[in-house]
């Protein structure tokens, strides 16, 4: 009897335990840890509208971190502010790998600092942060809030799989309505479909989505951003009301609307102003040239500052407040131009977009909302010229690939349209590289390489010396190029902002020491100096995503190399052209005299291909790396 009751004793103890066991790692199927740094076990989202101003928002989120690389997830960060955004509750808990728990903390224990964009110089944002440290692999974090929305134009959407490395175990998705309230949603990527159920007791109706088992996606070469291959849920709510705001977003034109709405009245120029634009304008005919002259006193009379407070998201400072204080974020700076143009007889109108180095397989057909950025838009007679208000330097008429070749939101007086900003393509971006170098004895290079940049081309370089210091700019020119040690011995950079397409030229004069191998009678030595592919790629027969070649641009190198005397070319690698629907390259190499030409083309053809033609495509990119960076052998004459 004694021993019944002591194993009877020990099996209670057992499940006990085991009852307070949550999450243990070694219950994660194996699939599900290939290529993963971090495991999602269960993402539970719920929505639920109590009107068309006023929402509850419920997150629990369990992730298994597997190695250090996942160790980010171990932090917890939730944003909200006083006015319209208020958290009810977190909870967070840390567990072992066997699925003890270790610690937990509340709301109450993280810190509450204000939020810092970066960019922002005044919000009324703020954020909560708490850490777990913890470096025994694998181990398990659990977060749970609850918070309150008061005033909201979207809820957001689901991408149960947003991030590279990360597998997903369960993830749900809960929107909860009142019964008549009405709002659309579009699933893509996937062919899920919602459970909806209808609530009586508490007249309302849920739609809940559900997935499970997504494997982990490792990063992999010229894949676009992969939330655009992953299920995703677009959520669009019916009405709107923001701080007295109303309005829906049942179609483009209503989206414009409402929109349009909160920025009426905001465009009332002081009379000072109003007396330059004339004053700037009067002996001006030209539609164009008048906007080029406004677009150049916004460039040189404001600066890009984001203000962010109550609604600030949506709603632009006025028109007044950036006159007076010479500073404003993307609305307001766009507001502020169309205002100036208003006053000058031009037609402008403000064109909502998302802004990024990526574009997105936009929905055009569905009405939401993935904008984060404001252009301005002026539409002429014959031609459409855009303005990117938060630049003091481009030229008018030039977006950058921030802005350019995706779809935007134009608002019109009483509504709003979808426009696409233009694209820049293959004869528009180009690099044109010379470079004179002269080869001692002792395998150093002297050179100089003046560089032409053209539209795309230009942007990050337009960027780097608009944004650092002289000094700064040495820094970056001394770890700019892959060579043996080297030094910069002078640089300079001219704009040339006249035409529509913007143009830097660069000059560096440079000294690398090294650069060639010197051995007995012989110098070996490439004579492509800093244009070299540095991709090289490996086969993958089990690709399952596309391959995506966002831009298209043009590079040509001329290198003109002169040798010490008494030396001729020994030997040399054969010329190299490549054709095919990806891009082409061309290396040739000519010896006249005691100087070495070669001559470097490669073009970049934009598309999007599939993953079955990965193999083609490693073969080019592989030939043009290993042309780039093949030798020539050069030998003392007897």
Same mark, same amino acid.
């Given at each position: 009897m004694l021993r019944k009751l002591a194993i009877t004793f020990l099996l209670y103890i057992a499940a006990a335990q085991a009852r307070s066991q949550k999450y243990p790692a070694s219950a994660i199927p194996d699939a599900l840890k290939n290529n993963a740094n971090v495991v999602v076990r269960l993402d539970e989202t719920e929505w639920e509208i109590k009107s068309a101003g006023e929402a509850?928002?419920?997150h629990h989120i369990v992730y298994t971190i597997l190695n250090e690389r996942g160790d980010h997830y171990a932090t917890y960060y939730s944003y909200y502010n006083k006015n319209s955004y208020l958290i009810n509750s977190i909870n967070a808990y840390l567990y072992d790998a066997v699925g003890k728990e270790i610690r937990h903390y509340k709301k109450k224990d993280m810190d509450d600092l204000p939020y810092q964009d970066g960019v922002s110089f005044v919000n009324d944002e703020?954020?909560?942060?708490?850490r777990f440290s913890y470096n025994r692999y694998p181990y398990t974090v659990e977060y749970e809030e609850e918070d309150d929305l008061n005033g909201f134009i979207g809820i957001g959407g689901w991408t149960p799989q947003y991030y590279l490395n990360s597998s997903v175990e369960s993830s749900k998705y809960t929107i @909860?309505? &009142?019964?008549?309230? @009405?709002? %659309?949603?579009?699933? !893509? #990527? +996937?062919? #899920? =479909? &919602?459970? /909806?159920?209808?609530?009586d007791k508490a007249n309302k109706k849920s739609y809940t989505w559900q997935i499970q088992n997504l494997p982990a996606n490792d990063e992999i070469p010229f894949s676009a951003d992969y939330a655009i291959y992953a299920p995703r849920l677009l959520v669009s709510l019916g009405e709107i009301d923001v701080e007295g705001y109303k309005g829906n977003m049942?179609?483009? #034109? =209503?989206?414009?609307?409402?929109?349009? %709405?909160l920025q009426k009245g905001r465009d009332v120029l002081p009379d000072e102003i109003k007396q330059k634009v004339q004053d700037l304008t009067k002996s001006l005919n030209n539609p164009r040239e008048k906007v080029a002259v !406004?677009? +150049?006193?916004?460039?040189?009379? %404001?600066?890009? /500052? #984001?203000? %962010?407070?109550?609604?600030?998201?949506w709603q632009a400072s006025e028109a007044s407040y950036v006159a007076t204080n010479k500073y404003g974020d993307c609305k307001a700076l766009s507001n502020f131009m169309v205002a100036i143009l208003k006053e000058a007889g031009i037609k402008a109108n403000a064109v909502v977009i998302k802004g990024g180095e990526w574009t997105e397989d936009f929905v055009t057909d569905f009405t939401y909302d993935p904008f984060n950025h404001v252009i301005c838009c002026v539409p002429l007679e014959k031609d459409t010229i855009w303005l990117e208000c938060t630049d003091q330097f481009l030229p008018p008429g030039y977006l950058s690939y921030f802005t350019s070749n995706r779809y935007g939101l134009l608002v019109e007086d009483n509504g709003g349209k979808l426009v696409h900003t233009p694209a820049y393509l293959l004869p528009d971006n180009i690099r044109i590289r010379k470079i004179s170098a002269s080869l001692d004895l002792d395998g150093n290079l002297n050179l100089e390489s003046k560089t032409l940049y053209k539209a795309f081309c230009q942007d990050r370089i337009e960027g780097m010396i608009h944004h650092n210091s002289r000094e700064e700019l040495l820094k970056i020119l001394k770890s700019r190029y892959n060579l043996p040690t080297y030094d910069v011995l002078s640089f300079n950079y001219k704009e040339d902002y006249s035409k529509q397409l913007p143009v830097i030229n660069e000059f560096i004069q440079m000294n690398v020491k090294d650069y060639a191998q010197v051995s007995g009678k012989r110098i070996f030595i490439n004579p492509n100096i800093i244009s070299r592919s540095e991709i090289k790629l490996s086969e993958d027969n089990n690709r399952r995503i596309d391959i995506n070649f966002e831009d298209e641009y043009r590079y040509v190198d001329t290198i003109q190399i002169s040798i010490p005397p008494g030396y001729e070319m020994e030997s040399k690698s054969t010329d190299m052209v490549l054709k095919s629907k990806y891009g082409k390259y061309e290396n040739r190499l000519v010896v006249a005299g005691d100087k070495i030409i070669n001559y470097r083309e490669q073009v970049q053809f934009s598309g999007r291909f599939s993953a079955n033609e990965y193999r083609d495509i490693v073969k080019f990119y592989n030939d043009m790396y290993d042309g780039d960076h093949k030798s020539i052998v050069l030998v003392k004459r007897n």
């Open positions: 509850t928002s419920r703020r954020i909560k942060i708490g @909860v309505t &009142p019964k008549n309230y @009405v709002f %659309s949603y579009r699933m !893509l #990527n +996937s062919k #899920n =479909e &919602p459970f /909806v159920e209808e609530i049942t179609s483009w #034109n =209503e989206f414009g609307k409402f929109y349009g %709405s !406004l677009y +150049s006193f916004l460039q040189q009379n %404001s600066h890009y /500052v #984001n203000v %962010s407070l109550g609604i600030g998201g």
